[in-house]
């Protein structure tokens, strides 16, 4: 009789740590901040030892509220330094303006250049570029914390890498000179921090290949895992104005198609640039949705140029495309540990839906918080939200969580908590991702609610038994990893894997 007892208790206990299925209401149409995703304004200078600044003095309260932007496209002209060092006051000016950014609660797309217009195609040299960037990398390492992306720039005016006299002709993406720029960028630019390049060519000439980045060589600090993509032609015709292009085709599909499975995991984003053309804007401004969901892109420039970016507004396209643009997590359902003991372990499974055009990219933390009060505890979950793919995918934590010794009993409310990974911006919730829930985000401190609480007891189970087996995905997801075979079908490329199995841009299986 006593076993029987002592077996229906333990029964009891283990019954007791596995709570029921919560499920949550998705919030699909507020548009609302995250950090490293949206809409973006531009800011700049020809930059002067009297005039240092591009941000500082450029910002208020009010900056990109409307839009609720959280990315400032900054643009530093170098066109009085192109023989000479960086003056110290240039360099402590870009200092100020990152910090002044980080006043603010934003990040930058960054970009350096010689010349601003058509007329004056005489950039730096190679040489030069070279020390500048020598001179810039402490200064882009301490501040990267808000550095989303750094755009290759440097190279031609604008840094778009066109119009210019010292690296060739405009056709040509990839030369001696152009190489030199791209390997002092690699080596220059902070290793956990994407370089976007202009033409996607520049990636096929540097490696001498065209086959996209496979899944599992994806976020491993690379030079070709670090190589990402602008594209300021977002649009226009000819195939984005060379974005597209091969040596063959003005618009070459399996250019498209390289991209489109590329920026599963390295960053897209840029501007459209119809400036002067109604004709062609009315035409095409449409296409925007499905061109972002396709190229996974996580940041567009508001206002440039406005035939296009008006017409969004006045269509409801635009806040389409500010809910969409970049990530957008939102949780479906959870399965928690109802109790756990201090020093034991706890279970975790949450089922989460992206409904972005693109993932995240740069390094970010998850933590499960446990919160009783003022005392809270943000224990670390070994979850990668740069995995968790875009357009409607599912992807899921499940793993078991060690509840610290140290932890006090008591009852805990839980939520999900994905802050900066950078020491010197993590405690601001303005940095942290909030998830597209109804109800769960609280943003005086970053966290998302979990509508559960963990009880921890000392009589509670040191292990909670098996993790439920869990469906990670809604569809199909092709294996990155796998060597595709490009098909363009009725004008629509598709990716064909060894298995016979065909997926479209978006990643739905077709057959």
Same mark, same amino acid.
């Given at each position: ?5 002592? /077996? ?39 930059? %002067?030892? =009297? ?19 959280? /990315? ?32 603010? @609660?934003?990040?930058?797309? &960054? ?48 840094? *778009? ?22 390997? !002092? ?35 491993? @600090? ?37 991209? #489109?499975? *590329?920026? &599963? ?22 296409? #925007? ?31 389409? /495309? ?16 109802? %109790? ?17 055009? #693109? ?29 968790? /793919? ?45 998830? #597209? ?14 509508? !559960?609480?963990?009880?921890? =007891? ?54």
């Amino acid at each position: 009789m006593k076993k029987i007892v002592c /077996l229906f208790l333990s029964l009891l206990s283990l019954l007791a740590v596995q709570a029921a299925v919560i499920t949550y209401v998705p919030d699909n149409t507020t548009v609302f901040r995250n950090p490293e995703r949206g809409f973006t304004e531009e800011m700049s200078r020809k930059v %002067s030892v =009297n005039k240092p600044n591009v941000v500082k003095g450029n910002l208020s309260s009010t900056w990109g509220v409307r839009y609720n932007m959280t /990315l400032a496209v900054v643009l530093y002209n170098f066109n009085y330094f192109k023989a000479q060092d960086l003056p110290d006051q240039v360099l402590a000016g870009f200092d100020e303006d990152m910090q002044e950014l980080r006043n603010y @609660g934003l990040k930058c797309v &960054l970009r350096f250049a010689y010349t601003e217009s058509e007329s004056d195609k005489v950039d730096a040299t190679p040489d030069w570029v070279e020390r500048h960037l020598q001179q810039l990398a402490p200064h882009l390492e301490s501040n990267k914390d808000v550095i989303y992306v750094v755009e290759a720039g440097f190279v031609g005016v604008w840094g *778009e890498w066109y119009y210019t006299t010292n690296y060739g002709n405009e056709t040509q993406h990839l030369n001696p000179n152009r190489r030199r720029v791209v390997d !002092a960028l690699m080596l220059r630019v902070p290793a956990d921090r994407f370089v976007l390049f202009r033409y996607p060519t520049t990636k096929f000439d540097y490696f001498g290949s065209e086959e996209p980045l496979p899944a599992d060589s994806a976020f491993t @600090g690379t030079t070709r895992a670090r190589m990402g993509y602008h594209n300021d032609a977002f649009l226009h015709n000819w195939g984005n104005m060379g974005t597209y292009a091969s040596d063959d085709l003005d618009d070459d599909p399996a250019v498209r198609q390289f991209i #489109a499975t *590329e920026t &599963l995991y390295t960053p897209n984003g840029g501007e459209t640039n119809i400036d002067d053309d109604n004709a062609l804007a009315e035409s095409r401004y449409t296409l #925007a949705p499905s061109e972002m969901a396709t190229y996974h892109w996580s940041f567009c420039g508001s206002s440039y140029a406005t035939p296009v970016t008006s017409r969004w507004r006045n269509s409801g396209l635009f806040d389409t /495309l500010n809910v969409h643009m970049g990530y957008r997590y939102n949780l479906i359902d959870a399965q928690l540990s109802d %109790s756990a003991a201090p020093g034991g372990k706890a279970n975790v499974t949450i089922r989460l839906r992206n409904d972005g055009y #693109a993932p995240i990219y740069n390094e970010r933390h998850v933590f499960l918080t446990l919160k009783n009060g003022n005392t809270s505890y943000s224990l670390p979950l070994t979850a990668d939200p740069r995995r968790w /793919l875009p357009n409607g995918f599912v992807s899921a934590i499940n793993e078991q969580l060690d509840i610290p010794a140290s932890v006090p009993e008591g009852t805990y409310h839980l939520y999900l908590y994905l802050p900066d990974i950078s020491e010197q911006i993590m405690n601001d919730p303005r940095y942290a991702v909030r998830l #597209a829930n109804q109800g769960v985000w609280d943003a005086e401190t970053g966290l998302n609610d979990l509508g !559960a609480t963990l009880v921890v =007891n000392a009589s509670a189970p040191l292990n909670p038994g098996e993790l439920p087996s869990v469906e990670t995905a809604l569809k199909s997801t092709p294996s990155a990893s796998s060597k595709v075979r490009k098909v363009l079908e009725n004008g629509a490329v598709s990716i064909l894997l060894p298995d016979g199995r065909k997926y479209n841009v978006l990643g739905q299986c077709l057959n």
